[in-house]
């Protein structure tokens, strides 16, 4: 990882526990990297337990500790299974990160009913459950910073991405709803909304698809697509008590594109007007 400026800064967040469910690869493993040399302690969670090891094993050979879960997100009682474990092993969680993965690019018109449930059981029934999941503890503790991945999906569409679309905005009217529910309880909830960026599934699409890239980035005005270095800053700042008096809100991380396309909205017809990779 690239020094982004806050490398050796304290950032409030030393011995503080961090989960982050979605560290396996891309967005999430970078996030649980950050967090630990920020100087959290951090529990990582993922469906795929090789890729958790790779992330573990990154984190030791840079001589931090990491404590590793293998949950399936879309399971609400693994959920529930692995928030017991994390309380009774570590304690109460100061920050949780969900950073689900998984997408569909489809024409709504063939979607078919198992396709919905798996896009949205992933990414807004396991967020949701983490959420609710971990809150209790986070309440009698006073403090908690919730941080859910939304998508620039949420706010700007585009062809053929309806369902994740849909589950995206869900999470980000999830993260409003919670913020004001839990604000009496002392828990700051909110979300980032990364646009495309080059996690190792967007790369191998990027590789099958030649030229793809450059109609991305040509509807991105700062230039290029994200790396996942980039979503760090964001989600760091929402985890300290920085933002302390921040909550309910969901911060585009996608160059401007968003903005772009609701000032200039761009035709989508051919996946290399692929603009709509997300995270």
């Known amino acids: 990882m690239t020094d982004p400026g806050w ?3 304290d950032l409030g967040l030393r011995d503080r526990l961090a989960v982050v469910i979605g560290a396996s690869e891309g967005i999430g493993a970078a996030l649980a990297l950050s967090l630990s040399r920020a100087g959290a302690e951090v529990v990582l969670a993922g469906r795929s337990a090789p890729r958790l090891k790779a992330t573990t094993d990154t984190l030791r050979a840079q001589g931090q500790q990491a404590y590793v879960h293998t949950v399936d997100a879309r399971d609400p009682d693994q959920i529930k299974t692995f928030c017991a474990a994390v309380l009774r092993e570590h304690g109460a969680p100061t920050i949780l990160v969900n950073s689900m993965g998984g997408t569909l690019f489809k024409p709504a018109i063939d979607v078919e009913p198992e396709e919905w449930d798996t896009v949205h059981e992933t990414h807004l029934r396991g967020t949701f459950f983490a959420c609710t999941s971990f809150a209790a503890a986070m309440a009698d503790e006073g403090y908690g910073k919730i941080i859910n991945l939304s998508s620039t999906f949420a706010t700007a569409v585009v062809a053929g991405r309806s369902v994740y679309a849909a589950a995206k905005a869900g999470i980000s009217q999830l993260t409003a709803a919670l913020a004001l529910e839990w604000a009496p309880r002392g828990i700051r909830v909110n979300a980032v909304a990364p646009g495309a960026t080059r996690s190792p599934r967007v790369q191998r699409w990027l590789a099958d698809n030649p030229g793809l890239e450059d109609g991305m980035v040509h509807s991105i005005p700062l230039g290029r697509i994200a790396e ?3 979503i760090v ?10 933002s302390d008096f921040v909550t309910g809100q969901t911060l585009l991380v996608d160059g401007g594109w968003a903005r772009s396309k609701q000032q200039a909205p761009v035709a989508t017809t051919e996946i290399r007007d692929a603009s ?3 995270e």
Do not use: I
């Open 228 to 230: 996942p270095d980039d």
């Open 276 to 278: 709509d990779v997300g």
């Open 233 to 242: 800053g964001p989600v760091l700042f929402l985890a300290s008590p920085m």
């Open 7 to 9: 490398n050796g800064r």
